[in-house]
């Protein structure tokens, strides 16, 4: 099913678009914490960059002391001094 159906599906039920579509949910705190839920992995880990894969890309946190706080089978919690949350395809 294109994603393109699965949107509109989503969008007649009021589903939640990262479910049906299988995005990240990303949320931020300040510039102290972020929360990436539905991800594939940790690709890269570094005190100044974190990178996330995900079914749609690539999340990319950048900042100063980066710590994973947290870490379970989708969901991960970076903790630090956030400078820039970047997507790549």
């Not at 990303?26 to 102290?32: E, F, K, P, R, S």
């Not at 839920?37 to 940790?42: A, M, Q, R």
């Not at 991960?76 to 001094?81: A, D, K, L, S, Y």
């Amino acid at each position: 099913m294109s994603d393109g159906i699965k949107k509109r599906i989503s969008d007649a039920l009021e589903l939640p678009g990262d479910i049906v579509l299988n995005l990240p949910r990303v949320i931020v705190t300040g510039n102290i914490s972020v929360f990436v839920e539905n991800h594939k992995g940790i690709v890269e880990y570094d005190s100044d960059r974190i990178r996330i894969n995900t079914a749609a890309g690539t999340v990319i946190v950048k900042g100063e002391g980066l710590l994973i706080k947290s870490l379970v089978a989708d969901e991960v919690t970076i903790e630090g001094r956030l400078k820039l949350i970047e997507f790549e395809e």
